[in-house]
T-cell receptor, first 113, second 110 residues
Framework: DADVTQTPRNRITKTGKRIMLECSQTKGHDRMYWYRQDPGLGLRLIYYSFDVKDINKGEISDGYSVSRQAQAKFSLSLESAIPNQTALYFC????????????FGEGSRLTVL | EDQVTQSPEALRLQEGESSSLNCSYTVSGLRGLFWYRQDPGKGPEFLFT???AGEEKEKERLKATLTKKESFLHITAPKPEDSATYLCAVRRNGGFKTIFGAGTRLFVKA
């Protein structure tokens, strides 16, 4: 099983619909992140969380909300999806040990028609 | 503002043709510079962390180097399986956000 699991992997929806992307991890890391990836723009940070009581906005949080249900679960919601939110979304956890690396999920591809 | 710029956007090599990818960065107090590999349809996978100018790290055909303004990912005698997008990223001291560049797409032809 993957260390960071995202569901759904693919989703097609219509403008105005509410969408939730879910992320769960078995790494035991306290820090979790949601990124969005668009061609030519790289990965941009949407929200990040240090624990269930600590949620922070990233550089592109407008139109998104998050919930940290437990240390292992971090969900991203689009309350009213719009076409320019069509993108590849990644959840990641941070290893605060020597390498400081991020562990990424496989991604959730969202298409808003 | 922390910033990462990668060049070229895309690089096409023949198998065995060595080359380098560039990552220029601006950050106030570098905690670490990171290199990741991303295959199509997959999440990025960690390759290296570099912490200070002059540091080098190696893994198989890849070697990453760091100066005060840029990092290079050198690929020696690449193989088709090295084809992927390579992402560079930085994190500042005391910071909790990792800032990514747009990546370099590498194609290695047999």
């Amino acid at each position: 099983d993957a260390d960071v699991t995202q569901t759904p992997r693919n989703r097609i929806t219509k403008t105005g619909k509410r969408i939730m992307l879910e992320c769960s991890q078995t790494k035991g890391h306290d820090r979790m992140y949601w990124y969005r990836q668009d061609p030519g723009l790289g990965l941009r940070l949407i929200y990040y969380s240090f624990d269930v009581k600590d949620i922070n906005k990233g550089e592109i949080s407008d139109g998104y909300s998050v919930s940290r249900q437990a240390q292992a679960k971090f969900s991203l919601s689009l309350e009213s999806a719009i076409p320019n939110q069509t993108a590849l979304y990644f959840c990641a956890t941070l290893d605060r040990s020597n390498t400081g690396e991020l562990f990424f999920g496989e991604g959730s591809r969202l298409t808003v028609l | 503002e922390d910033q990462v710029t990668q060049s070229p956007e895309a690089l096409r090599l023949q198998e065995g043709e060595s080359s380098s990818l560039n990552c220029s960065y601006t950050v106030s107090g570098l905690r670490g510079l990171f290199w990741y590999r991303q295959d199509p349809g997959k999440g990025p996978e960690f390759l290296f962390t570099l912490y200070s100018a002059g540091e080098e790290k190696e893994k198989e055909r890849l070697k990453a180097t760091l100066t005060k303004k840029e990092s290079f990912l050198h690929i020696t005698a690449p193989k088709p399986e090295d084809s992927a997008t390579y992402l560079c990223a930085v994190r500042r001291n005391g910071g909790f956000k990792t800032i990514f560049g747009a990546g370099t797409r590498l194609f290695v032809k047999a």
